[in-house]
């Protein structure tokens, strides 16, 4: 009983030795992006700030201000932040891969490591629209409401905070590249059976409201990045469900060529 107990329990031994191998190797790659973001947070941001400063070109007194002593030093460990966590994304994946993938079959390693390499892609394809479409028409939007001064009247000129606006550019990125996940999501879904082709149909006109909602509540308060993130989303989910029909058919076929081969063993055994 003591030999086959110790026998059981080194294998979980060695997965939890395995675990904490591969969480020091995905912390120390975040760690040194982190510092190596740092370093260059400064052109980091600078590159977030550039498409307010493409619409604000020739514009005199153009600035971004701070009013906390900390405000800008922390506003900097954000942009290394998030950086990094970018950047680290695909060593953390690969330490992912490799523990998860020694105990899946062939056929599951196949199935498993395309969705693997199609999130940071999409993930990527969402802060792409974000920063060359969705950002340069929402803050053409709000520099609309500036006006000039006049006779008995203040002038009304945006001067942002370096913090609310990373805050703002983040968290639009963030939505953005979650929201590109979708077809990740729905088609492994479907290939274990949990959602079909035929509900997702069912379901469009209740997934249209929520891409709307999601929409209102990720985004700021303006209509043209709320249409620019739900219209996106509706799209993902219309693509979702052809390539649900697609799993859903190449399982029909391989189960009526399973059954074919079956009846043929069959006869020959007869």
């Known amino acids: 009983m003591t030999d086959g107990s110790e026998d059981a329990k080194m294998p979980l031994l060695d997965h939890l030795v ?12 975040f760690i040194l992006a982190f510092f190596a973001s ?3 947070a400064e052109y980091i941001f600078a590159f977030l700030v550039q498409p307010l400063a493409d619409l604000t070109i020739g514009q005199e007194n153009r600035r971004l201000i701070y009013t906390a002593l900390h405000e800008a030093f922390f506003t900097y460990i954000k942009v290394a932040f998030f950086s990094a966590a970018c950047i680290a994304f695909p ?3 690969i330490q992912i891969w490799g523990f998860v993938a020694p105990g899946l079959y062939k056929n599951e390693r196949r199935a498993f490591l395309p969705f693997l390499i199609a999130t940071p892609v999409l993930f990527l394809a969402g802060a792409a629209m974000v920063y060359y479409v969705v950002i340069p028409l929402a803050w053409q939007f ?18 942002p905070k370096v913090d609310q606006y990373l805050s703002l550019v983040m968290r639009l990125i963030f939505a953005f590249g979650v929201s590109f996940e979708l077809p990740v999501l729905i088609i492994l879904l479907a290939k274990v059976g949990i959602t079909s082709a035929a509900g997702l149909r069912a379901k469009r006109k209740y997934a249209i ?7 209102a509540i990720l985004t700021p ?12 989303i509706i799209v993902l989910y219309e693509i979702s469900i052809l390539c649900a029909s697609m799993i859903e058919r190449k399982r029909a076929e391989q189960e009526t060529q399973s059954e074919d081969e079956d009846a043929d063993a069959d006869q020959r055994d007869q």
């Open 38 to 40: 740092y370093a260059v």
């Open 18 to 29: 395995e675990l904490r191998r591969r969480l020091l190797f995905s912390f120390i790659g």
């Open 91 to 93: 060593i953390i994946a």
């Open 209 to 215: 409201v929520v891409a709307f909602v999601a929409a």
């Open 142 to 159: 709000f520099l609309s409401f500036e006006t000039a001064g006049s006779d008995g009247t203040m002038a009304l000129e945006l001067e």
């Open 221 to 232: 308060p303006d209509v043209i990045s709320q249409i620019l993130l739900a219209v996106p």
